[in-house]
């Protein structure tokens, strides 16, 4: 017969035994409120907008993501050396192409750079729905798209005005007149930092519509090279019919021309439309102005909408 179990008197009852479990036990894993600097908003911002101007030129990502960018980089300053190096060798009194010409002519290559950036900035974030965490405290919607289109526009600068620095140094290297090339240079930079700012929002515009990066690319270049492609057919045909009237205001249809007839008007530049006419009077180079000024406004309009409704998914 099994005899109970005795416990000595003044002991604590264990109580019941356990059986295949232990007691729950609280451990210390050493976590401790943070007490180090509180960076806010404006270190956010300027953190995403560094990392979004570094990655337009592919650094810091992959040895893949560099070669497209430097390889545009590298196009839009090599003519720009060809010039210099026969203007200093030739004894030239001026250089082969004005200042506000340049970027003009090498639209193309400027057209490229922004249809292949534009989606890399802002196609990811909506494809893998990264876009909401941007937006968790202290960053806010406004900050996103500002960083975002401020890095873009910069990174469209450097690569319009360094060929224009180039042409500016090899000038004077030439020496040829300083006022007058000081002149020019401040015109092209006037030109190309509002061609940033166009060519920048009209690209996120259209690359925060899909988050298809192939898609966004393909769009980007097809609303840039037609509008340009019919504007100038357009423009050919009325050249033959001399209504040059209308030739200036065809240019109101498209980014590059709309560039084209601000800096004929405002910056004195010669004109890239047929017979050279620009804008017909001073209401055509009001309205280019305002058309340039409501575009880049326009855009970051549409962009804030835009990450409105993304912010909310």
């Not at 205001?249 to 006419?277: E, M, R, V």
């Amino acid at each position: 017969m099994t005899q109970p179990d005795t416990v000595t008197p003044g002991t604590p009852n264990p109580g019941p035994p356990v059986t295949g479990t232990a007691p729950d036990v609280i451990h210390n894993i050493g976590y401790r409120k943070y007490t180090g600097p509180r960076l806010g908003r404006a270190y956010a911002r300027r953190s995403l907008f560094s990392q979004s101007l570094r990655g337009a030129y592919g650094l810091g990502r992959s040895a893949k993501s560099k070669v497209l960018p430097m390889i545009l980089l590298a196009a839009m300053c090599a003519p720009a050396l060809i010039m210099v190096a026969v203007a200093i060798f030739t004894n030239m009194t001026k250089l082969p192409v004005d200042y506000t010409r340049y970027a003009v002519i090498l639209q193309a290559v400027i057209t490229l750079f922004v249809a292949s950036q534009a989606p890399q900035s802002v196609s990811r974030d909506l494809r893998f729905k990264t876009t909401p965490l941007y937006f968790s405290r202290p960053i806010e919607r406004v900050d996103y798209v500002a960083a975002k289109y401020a890095a873009l526009a910069t990174a469209l600068f450097l690569l319009t005005a360094l060929p224009l620095l180039i042409l500016y140094i090899g000038a004077l290297l030439a020496k040829l007149s300083f006022g007058t090339q000081t002149a020019g240079f401040a015109k092209g930079l006037v030109s190309v930092l509002l061609l940033s700012l166009l060519f920048a929002g009209i690209a996120l515009v259209i690359a925060a519509i899909t988050p298809r990066r192939g898609f966004g690319v393909a769009a980007i270049i097809a609303v840039f090279v037609i509008t340009y492609g019919a504007v100038s057919s357009v423009q050919g045909v009325a050249s033959v019919q001399e209504n040059y009237e209308v030739i200036g205001w065809l240019g109101l249809f498209s980014p590059i021309t709309l560039i084209d007839g601000f800096q004929t008007w405002f910056l004195g530049a010669s004109s890239a439309f047929p017979h050279a006419s620009g804008p017909p009077d001073a209401l055509a180079g009001v309205v280019y102005l305002l058309a340039v000024l409501t575009i880049i406004t326009g855009s970051f309009g549409l962009l804030m909408r835009r990450y409105q409704k993304v912010g909310l998914s």
